[in-house]
T-cell receptor, first 111, second 112 residues
């Protein structure tokens, strides 16, 4: 069961890049890393998923070092609407796996 | 809109009662997940079903049970409710085992 650790909160300003690192020291070989964004009283929204190296989509990038014991979500040029809680999720694409959300990082984007 | 629907949106009940939360997954998704989120808490995985069968179990209390029906909708039954069961309950669905999960809007349960 891969436990994850994230910073509790981060502050940033509009237009800056935000990087959130998630530690998952006991990640298993077949585990993937997934990040979700959640606004108050709403369901989490999928942002990005990766297994190794770098993944990029239209909203974020995910950097995973070779040892896969951590990962970094990068949000380029954040806006006020990016203020949310970001969760790191580590789990296997296999039957019977247990799913673990990190504690979440509360990102506050200031004007 | 994720395509996952949950009913009801809000539910107020008393301690000791039993409630049923309903979830309809996205069209084509076979896997359904249930999560609990208490005030200021992170998401706690409860249980996963895949094509009608229980696939994974998290920290689900014995007072709670779930099932997935042939039409793939799922129900989460909460019984002998306690004040501490007040929370947001989210359902998520995915195409198969732990593919990208899409979350519904949640059911807010308040136990008085």
């Amino acid at each position: 069961l891969a436990k994850t650790t994230q910073p509790i909160s981060m502050d940033s300003y509009e237009g800056q890049e935000v990087n959130i690192t998630c530690s998952h020291n006991n990640i298993a070989t077949n585990d993937y890393i997934t990040w979700y964004q959640q606004f108050p009283s709403q369901g989490p929204r999928f942002i990005i998923q990766g297994y190794k190296t770098k993944v990029t989509n239209e909203v974020a990038s995910l950097f995973i070092p070779a040892d896969r014991k951590s990962s970094t979500l990068s949000l380029p040029r954040v806006s006020l609407s990016d203020t949310a809680v970001y969760y790191c999720l580590v789990g296997a694409k296999a039957a019977g796996n247990k799913l673990t959300f990190g504690g979440g990082t509360r990102v506050l984007v200031k004007p | 809109d994720s395509g996952v629907t949950q009913t009801p949106k809000h539910l107020i009940t008393a301690t000791g009662q039993r409630v049923t939360l309903r979830c309809s997954p996205r069209s084509g998704d076979l896997s359904v997940y249930w999560y609990q989120q208490s005030l200021d808490q992170g998401l706690q995985f409860l249980i996963q079903y895949y094509n009608g069968e229980e696939r994974a179990k998290g920290n689900i209390l014995e007072r709670f049970s779930a099932q997935q029906f042939p039409d793939l909708h799922s129900e989460l039954n909460l019984s002998s409710l306690e004040l501490g069961d007040s929370a947001l309950y989210f359902c998520a669905s995915s195409v198969s085992h732990q593919e990208t999960q899409y979350f519904g809007p949640g059911t807010r349960l308040l136990v008085l």
